[in-house]
């Protein structure tokens, strides 16, 4: 019923949302499914993201501190208030090119989310379909590289993705991009002219997607 993909750039106030979710968010729901980590150099991804409304909530936080003696417990001024930006009724349009994903989606073994663990998402339906590529069309809601013109959105510096290889330690973020999320609230596409733009064969008229190829670390 909800979304919320944080910006990594911002850690205090308003837990703000990218409008759509960063590649890094995806590879790890695909990751989720597959029971393993799913890297860059394993599939392409392309995607559309839709939901009905953009809201801010309250949200009751536990606040915890360390004593003299080293130990964990709940801060004395009890409980805390935050806000957090939410999309409502988030829907995905998921492309990915290794057909052997296929098995990760029909079975997966983690429960795919939405951002957070209470942003659960469930699987609708799965199928083969062609992808032929276009030098232009029309675009939906995604995450393309800037600059990119004709499209509106929000400029946003994002991670490719998170290697959480090393046992341990903290996730390591891979390069970064500057993208333009355009906000999915719309159900306006548009026309754009650049390369690795693909047209599914589900799709209706010029519709196409941009199919993301990953920036080399």
């Keep these: 019923m909800t979304s919320s993909f944080r910006l990594p750039l911002m850690i ?12 890094s968010n995806l590879l790890g729901m695909i990751s989720a499914c597959a029971g393993r980590i799913v890297m860059p150099k394993e599939t392409r991804i392309g995607f ?15 606040r915890l501190m360390v004593d003299k003696k080293g130990r964990l417990k709940p801060q004395a001024k009890g409980q805390g208030i935050s806000y957090r930006q939410v999309y409502r009724y988030p829907k995905l349009d998921l492309y990915v090119t290794d057909l052997n994903l296929k098995s990760a989606f029909e079975n997966p073994a983690a429960t795919p989310c939405f951002g957070r663990s209470q942003d659960i998402a469930w699987i609708v339906f799965i199928r083969e379909i062609e992808l032929y590529p276009m030098k232009e069309g ?23 993705w998170m290697d959480n290889a090393r046992k341990g330690y903290i996730r390591y973020p891979g390069p970064y991009g500057v993208y333009v999320a ?33 920036i080399k670390g």
Aim: glycine fraction near 6%; charge should be neutral.
């Design 182 to 214: 355009v906000i999915p609230t719309t159900d306006l596409r548009f026309e754009v002219k650049r390369k690795d733009l693909y047209h599914p064969s589900d799709a209706k008229g010029n519709h196409v997607v941009y199919l993301h190829r990953w």
């Design 48 to 62: 559309e993201f839709h939901c009905r409304s953009h809201d801010v909530e309250l949200e009751r936080t536990v």
């Design 138 to 160: 029309a675009l939906g809601p995604t995450l393309v590289p800037m600059p990119q013109p004709g499209v509106p959105g929000l400029p946003v510096r994002l991670p490719e």
């Design 12 to 23: 205090s106030g308003t837990q703000m949302t990218t409008p759509v979710p960063s590649y």
